[in-house]
């Protein structure tokens, strides 16, 4: 059994809180179901995200009208995350992700359905958008606050690596490509392999073994408001994990724009089909594939400040390429760049996370840490539509280019080897409490 890790909640102090045992000798099937679902899902995920903005190019030529697809499934980020974390850190979270899962399943065959009758508009896909975007905020963040539980420290490192590279690889690399060849034969194959994969991934969580309900503190149970502050409260009171917040709300800011753009970019300016386009949107996921190969090679080798810090040029590259040119090969190596720097700056993080943070309070601060970097995502690709209709697409991607710039300084300033040595040795005392986190074996 691992030890109890500190309770991360700013507002526990003075409180008796009781807290969860650690995971037990079940962390090697544990690591392999959860690399499962997440592949599997993922999977799924990729397909969906090349499916609906491509159904969108049938029905309009407008940069606005089409990024709004991709500005839909992430603005629930925006908007749920925060109650999300708090719903996360009061329930069972594996029967979360069969909630989340269930949803996933109606709405992808709603579609098929409405494909199938030739009745499918941009409200429907709107609309589906922002359901599925609900069921991945809840998902993720349930899979994230489930680690802890389900794998003991010493495997959390080597997890999260393989769940880091099973998203990259199947949801930008295997999936898109995958979408890709079938939404070239039919949407409808490509919305039946969506709702497949859904489906196995539900059947998957029946083998994950342990408990998943998380500890709660013992008297008057806190109101939604005051849980919710916890979790913003936390979050701001760890000067690494604000910056790493604040970080990529800039840098998913980036990713929204390309990925709401470039389905119209790809189709339209770069002459590429829906196959061509897939193929494109793989080279994010073979960037991820490689960064999650070397990852602990270039931790070793550079230190883990300096790969992190390396990801804010990564995803420059990104940005960066579609702004000067629309050269397959350019644009497809700037994608490679940004997938993975991606990953890279994932699995670490997710470490440093796991170091500082207790299960107790795991939902609430992966909520309040996505809401403002995922939840940058939708804001990324709706001033991106905008900008692109008014001034063209590569303004949008000029002005996103130069906004990565700005995070050179804070990072340097705050993300120290100095910091990181005292997170990894144990010596960080988490606000709100006494006890430091048990430092990572």
Same mark, same amino acid.
């Given at each position: 059994?691992? +030890?109890?890790?500190?309770?991360?909640?700013?507002?526990?102090?003075? =409180?008796?809180?009781?807290?969860?045992?650690?995971?037990?000798? @079940?962390?090697?099937?544990?690591?392999?179901?959860?690399?499962?679902?997440?592949?599997?899902?993922?999977?799924?995920?990729?397909?969906?995200?090349?499916?609906?903005?491509?159904?969108?190019?049938?029905?309009?030529?407008?940069?606005?009208?089409?990024?709004?697809? @991709?500005?839909?499934?992430?603005?629930?980020?925006?908007?749920?995350?925060?109650?999300? /974390?708090? *719903?996360? +850190? =009061?329930? +069972?979270?594996?029967?979360?992700?069969?909630?989340?899962?269930?949803?996933?399943?109606?709405?992808?065959?709603?579609?098929?359905?409405?494909?199938?009758?030739?009745?499918?508009?941009?409200?429907?896909?709107?609309?589906?958008? *922002?359901?599925?975007?609900? %069921?991945?905020?809840?998902?993720?963040?349930?899979?994230?606050?489930?680690?802890?539980?389900?794998?003991?420290?010493?495997?959390?490192?080597?997890?999260?690596?393989?769940?880091?590279?099973?998203?990259?690889?199947?949801?930008?690399?295997?999936?898109?490509?995958?979408? /890709?060849? #079938?939404?070239?034969?039919?949407?409808?194959?490509?919305?039946?392999?969506?709702?497949?994969?859904?489906?196995?991934?539900?059947?998957?969580?029946?083998?994950?073994?342990?408990?998943?309900?998380?500890?709660?503190?013992?008297?008057?149970?806190?109101?939604?408001?005051?849980?919710?502050?916890?979790? #913003? @409260?936390?979050?701001?009171?760890?000067?690494?994990?604000?910056?790493?917040?604040?970080?990529?709300?800039?840098? !998913?800011?980036?990713?929204?724009?390309?990925?709401? *753009?470039?389905?119209?970019?790809?189709?339209?300016?770069?002459?590429?089909?829906?196959?061509?386009?897939?193929?494109?949107?793989?080279?994010?996921?073979?960037? /991820?594939?490689?960064?999650?190969?070397?990852?602990?090679?270039?931790?070793?080798?550079?230190?883990?400040?300096?790969?992190?810090? %390396?990801?804010?040029? *990564?995803?420059?590259?990104?940005?960066?390429?579609?702004?000067?040119?629309?050269?397959?090969? %350019?644009?497809?190596? /700037?994608?490679? !760049?940004?997938?993975?720097?991606?990953?890279?700056?994932?699995?670490?993080? =997710?470490?440093?996370?796991?170091?500082?943070?207790?299960?107790?309070?795991?939902? =609430?601060?992966?909520?309040?840490?996505?809401?403002?970097?995922?939840? @940058?995502?939708?804001?990324?690709?709706?001033?991106?539509?905008?900008?692109?209709?008014?001034?063209?697409?590569?303004?949008?991607?000029?002005?996103?280019?130069?906004?990565?710039?700005?995070?050179?300084?804070?990072?340097?300033?705050?993300?120290?080897?100095?910091?990181?040595?005292?997170? +990894?040795?144990?010596?960080?005392?988490?606000?709100?409490?006494?006890?430091?986190?048990?430092?990572?074996?």
């Amino acid at each position: 059994m691992g +030890d109890p890790t500190v309770v991360g909640n700013a507002a526990s102090a003075g =409180r008796a809180v009781t807290t969860t045992p650690g995971p037990s000798d @079940s962390s090697g099937r544990n690591t392999v179901v959860l690399v499962v679902i997440t592949a599997i899902t993922n999977l799924a995920d990729g397909v969906t995200k090349i499916a609906f903005p491509l159904m969108a190019t049938t029905l309009t030529n407008s940069p606005f009208q089409i990024s709004a697809v @991709s500005l839909t499934l992430t603005l629930p980020w925006l908007l749920a995350a925060l109650h999300v /974390g708090v *719903l996360v +850190d =009061r329930v +069972d979270r594996r029967k979360l992700l069969w909630l989340a899962n269930i949803a996933r399943v109606i709405v992808v065959l709603g579609v098929l359905a409405a494909n199938a009758a030739g009745a499918v508009t941009l409200p429907l896909l709107y609309i589906g958008g *922002l359901i599925l975007g609900v %069921a991945e905020v809840i998902a993720l963040t349930a899979a994230t606050a489930v680690v802890p539980d389900a794998v003991a420290p010493p495997g959390r490192q080597r997890i999260n690596t393989w769940m880091a590279g099973a998203e990259t690889v199947c949801n930008e690399f295997a999936g898109p490509l995958l979408g /890709g060849l #079938l939404v070239v034969v039919g949407a409808s194959f490509a919305l039946g392999g969506t709702a497949a994969g859904y489906v196995v991934g539900m059947v998957a969580l029946l083998f994950l073994v342990g408990k998943f309900r998380p500890a709660r503190p013992e008297g008057k149970p806190e109101s939604l408001n005051s849980q919710i502050r916890d979790g #913003l @409260s936390f979050l701001w009171g760890q000067p690494v994990l604000r910056l790493m917040a604040l970080v990529l709300t800039i840098l !998913c800011a980036c990713w929204g724009v390309w990925l709401g *753009l470039m389905p119209l970019v790809a189709t339209q300016q770069m002459g590429l089909d829906a196959s061509g386009y897939g193929i494109l949107l793989s080279a994010l996921g073979v960037g /991820g594939l490689f960064g999650a190969l070397v990852v602990s090679t270039v931790n070793r080798w550079l230190g883990r400040q300096f790969v992190m810090f %390396a990801n804010i040029f *990564l995803t420059l590259a990104l940005v960066l390429m579609p702004a000067v040119t629309t050269n397959l090969v %350019a644009v497809a190596a /700037g994608a490679f !760049c940004g997938g993975m720097g991606g990953t890279l700056w994932s699995i670490n993080a =997710r470490t440093i996370a796991q170091q500082l943070v207790s299960s107790e309070m795991m939902g =609430r601060y992966s909520a309040a840490a996505k809401m403002f970097s995922w939840g @940058s995502f939708p804001v990324g690709a709706g001033l991106a539509g905008v900008l692109a209709e008014w001034f063209g697409t590569q303004v949008a991607f000029w002005i996103f280019s130069v906004a990565t710039l700005t995070l050179i300084l804070p990072f340097l300033r705050i993300f120290t080897a100095e910091a990181l040595a005292k997170i +990894d040795a144990g010596d960080v005392a988490v606000r709100g409490t006494e006890t430091a986190p048990e430092p990572e074996k």
